[in-house]
C-alpha cells in the first residue's frame, strides 16, 4: 500500500519500497497483494516486467464493486476494467484471486447486507467469463463484518474470506472450521494489527508519550494484549516472530498479507516465519480471550 510514492520517481521511498520486493522475490515470496487504489502499481511494474519470476507468482488485487458512490449498483463494465487494468499493469496473464469489497455511504451492513442478491448475480455472470478467459481464479469476499461474511458466504458465490486476523482481532475466527470443512480459504490482512504486534510496540510502556500508540484509541487493544501476554507466558520470545506463526497456525489461512516496505523489513518477516511454531492450542486458548471478552474496537 505505501511502498512507493503514488507517481512514478526516484524518491527514496520508492527506490527502498522497489528493492523490497525484489528482495521478498528473490527469497520465495509469489503471492501478493495490490489495488488500483493505493497507486503503486507503477512500482511494481517496473520490478515484474522483466522478471525472471514474473510468471510464478499469484495476485490477488482488490475489486470494490459497487464503490462508496455507486449507490449499490453493480457495474459489470467497472468490475471488468478493474481486472483487466492489473493483467495490465502487472505484467501477468491471471490474477490468482479477486477480493471482492462491497461498498456504501455510508457504508453500514444494514446498507450492504439487503443488496447481496442485487449484486452477485451479475457479479457472478462477469466472473465465471473472466475465469473462461483464464483471467482469474478464485472470488473472495472482504465483509468488514461478522455479519456480512455470514450473509456473503452463506450465497455459495466465495470461495474464502480476506480480512483482519490476529491474536487481537479474532472475529473472524469462527468461520474458520466451516470454511476448511468446504475446502476453502482464509487470507489473514494486517497480523501485526497496525504495528502494535511487534517487538517494536507491544511494550506500551517504553513508547515515546509523542508516539501514536500512546492516544487513548489504543487502550482497548493493549488490555487485550495483556490478557494475551499472561495465557501464552513464556511462549513469547518475540512478538514480531509470534505474531506471523499465529497467524498460519490454523490450517485454513492460506497467507499473510502485510506490507513491506523495506529490505529489513522484508527480512524480519520471512524470518520470522521460518523456526517452530506454537501447536494449535494457542490458537483456542486466544480464541477462548476473544469469546470471554468480545471483540476489541480497533483504531
Not at 451479475?122 to 455479519?147: A, C, H, Q, S, W
Not at 487513548?216 to 487493544?221: K, P, Q, V, Y
Request: aromatic share 10%; glycine share 8%.
Amino acid at each position: 500500500m505505501r511502498f512507493a510514492g503514488r507517481e512514478p520517481g526516484s524518491d527514496a521511498q520508492s527506490v527502498a519500497g522497489k528493492l523490497a520486493l525484489e528482495r521478498a522475490l528473490e527469497r520465495g515470496v509469489n503471492f501478493v497483494h495490490s489495488s488500483f487504489e493505493y497507486g503503486t502499481r507503477w512500482a511494481m511494474g517496473e520490478v515484474m516486467r522483466s522478471h525472471s519470476k514474473r510468471h510464478d507468482l499469484h495476485h490477488v488485487i482488490k475489486v470494490p464493486v459497487p464503490d462508496f458512490d455507486d449507490g449499490g449498483v453493480f457495474d459489470k463494465a467497472k468490475f471488468r476494467t478493474r481486472v483487466e487494468e492489473a493483467l495490465r499493469e502487472l505484467h501477468t496473464d491471471r490474477i490468482a484471486v479477486l477480493q471482492h469489497l462491497q461498498r456504501f455511504r455510508p457504508n453500514s451492513d444494514d446498507n450492504r447486507i439487503p443488496n447481496i442478491s442485487a449484486v452477485n448475480e451479475p457479479m457472478m455472470e462477469i466472473f465465471e467469463k473472466l475465469r473462461e478467459e483464464g483471467k482469474v481464479g478464485y472470488l473472495t469476499t472482504f465483509p468488514y463484518t461478522t455479519d456480512f461474511a455470514r450473509s456473503a458466504m452463506g450465497t455459495g458465490c466465495f470461495s474464502g474470506i480476506v480480512a483482519y486476523y490476529n491474536t487481537i482481532e479474532m472475529e473472524m475466527s469462527e468461520f474458520f472450521d466451516d470454511l476448511q470443512e468446504k475446502g476453502q480459504g482464509f487470507l489473514c490482512i494486517r497480523p501485526f494489527m497496525a504495528g502494535l504486534l511487534t517487538d517494536r510496540r507491544a511494550d506500551r510502556k517504553v513508547l515515546p508519550l509523542e508516539d501514536r500508540n500512546q492516544d487513548d484509541l489504543w487502550d482497548e487493544a493493549y488490555g487485550r494484549l495483556e490478557l494475551i501476554q499472561a495465557a501464552m507466558g513464556d511462549q513469547v520470545t518475540s512478538w514480531t516472530s509470534f505474531a506471523i506463526k499465529f497467524a498460519l497456525i490454523h490450517p485454513v489461512v492460506t497467507s499473510l498479507i502485510v506490507g513491506l516496505n523495506s529490505v529489513e523489513q522484508v527480512d524480519q518477516v520471512l524470518d520470522a516465519a521460518d523456526g517452530i511454531y506454537p501447536d494449535r492450542g494457542v490458537f483456542y486458548a486466544a480464541r477462548e480471550i476473544f469469546r470471554d471478552h468480545g471483540a476489541v474496537v480497533a483504531p
